[in-house]
């Protein structure tokens, strides 16, 4: 196995387009990108490389690095696994061919702009791994945590929180798809073409990632590569640019700005209902950025993106309400409880009744009531108040 992190010097951009139209791509574009060669492959053996290009990163414009200069120094780590994979049996994974474990670190890392709440930065690294047998499956487990005197603080990219992307790349079939994909049982990666994951802030620094993968053949006896992956010497942050005579792309967040604001909008909508406990139901409330974004730019919906947000906006103003209302109900309900269960004890040591001790009949008013308000329902609340009273007739007679 062959590691390398820095090269010694950069190659001019006459040298990088010749590079690029080799499929094998024998070097990376810049001095800090990581070139992953698995072992063991014949001559003989087909191979391609793959790419992975981490291109963008937001962050919820919330956090901080504890110190308040709103720099960031962020771990990129990953973990890739090359494996026999054969479509025609399902959920069947065969030896491995190469692991590759490592990270980098970014210090001080600005953010370029921030937009919806978010603070969004442009990622410029990219990951090639050279010599992957055709018939595998290429797994990359991709993780970011923010480093300051604070702790780590991991950023949560995974809709489903665990926070990492988890990419598949099926090389022969020059299919992808992230844990998105996987659950929903398609590929959910379009190669290169920029794709966006999104975290639902379980516990952990809510954020998205947009990367771009891509599957270059080497020597294969037969279907043509798919078009090149885009400059790797773009702006960070800017969109990439896809190669002479590449086919068209799809819509992306950079050229339609309109539709990623309008999905970043939903997914924070999404992210209220669920604390509220809403019930509200997919598809229109979803953690799903790209499907959000992929609705917009279907026809002409980008003319209904505003009366969208806005019913969803009713909606959640509508549930806060009701839950305000049930939540002025319960506090009455509670006062009632508590009310009842401090007369009925206080009638008890009047009457010095034996064995009446513990909780149920603890002569404390705010002890009763938090015990209702944290979370007793009604046919409990009855079952204590039937016992009480029980307990109560039986020493007084009536």
């Given at each position: 196995m062959t590691r390398t992190d820095t090269m010694k010097r950069l190659r001019p951009p006459g040298v990088l387009a010749a590079a690029l139209a080799l499929t094998a791509l024998a070097a990376p574009a810049v001095a800090k990108d990581i070139i992953l060669d698995c072992p063991g492959v014949s001559a003989n053996e087909e191979h391609a490389t793959v790419v992975f290009h981490p291109t963008r990163l937001g962050i919820d414009a919330d956090e901080d690095d504890g110190l308040g200069d709103m720099s960031f120094e962020h771990i990129f780590s990953y973990t890739i696994r090359v494996e026999h994979y054969d479509p025609a049996k399902p959920g069947w994974t065969g030896p491995k061919r190469c692991e590759f474990k490592g990270a980098w670190k970014v210090e001080d890392m600005v953010n370029n702009f921030s937009q919806a709440g978010w603070r969004a930065f442009g990622l410029d690294r990219i990951v090639y791994i050279r010599q992957v047998p055709r018939q595998t499956r290429v797994s990359i487990d991709f993780s970011i945590r923010e480093e300051d005197n604070m702790g780590d603080d991991y950023l949560d990219i995974s809709p489903y929180g665990d926070r990492s992307l988890q990419l598949a790349i099926f090389v022969d079939g020059q299919k992808a798809q992230t844990q998105v994909g996987k659950k929903s049982g398609a590929n959910d990666v379009t190669l290169n073409q920029t794709k966006r994951i999104a975290g639902n802030g379980g516990g952990d620094t809510n954020a998205w990632l947009e990367f771009v993968a891509n599957v270059h053949p080497a020597n294969w006896k037969s279907q043509s590569p798919l078009p090149k992956t885009a400059d790797p010497n773009a702006t960070p942050g800017q969109p990439l640019k896809p190669s002479p005579g590449a086919t068209p792309t799809k819509p992306t967040p950079d050229t339609h700005p309109h539709c990623k604001d309008y999905a970043l909008r939903a997914v924070q909508q999404n992210q209220e209902q669920l604390k509220l406990n809403c019930g509200f139901q997919p598809p229109v409330w979803s953690n799903?950025?790209?499907?959000?974004?992929?609705?917009?730019?279907q026809g002409n919906n980008a003319s209904g993106i505003q009366a969208e947000t806005q019913k969803r906006d009713a909606q959640l103003a509508a549930c806060k309400q009701a839950q305000g209302q049930n939540q002025k109900q319960k506090e009455l309900a509670c006062v009632?409880?508590?009310?009842?269960?401090i007369d009925i004890i206080a009638k008890a040591q009047l009457l010095k009744c034996p064995n009446l001790i513990g909780p149920r009949w603890l002569n404390d008013f705010d002890a009763h009531y938090n015990w209702?308000?944290?979370?007793?329902?009604?046919?409990?609340?009855?079952?204590e108040e039937a016992a009480r009273a029980a307990a109560f007739k039986t020493c007084s007679g009536n």
């Open positions: 799903d950025h790209q499907a959000h974004f992929d609705w917009c730019v009632q409880y508590a009310s009842k269960a209702c308000i944290g979370g007793a329902n009604p046919a409990v609340m009855a079952s």
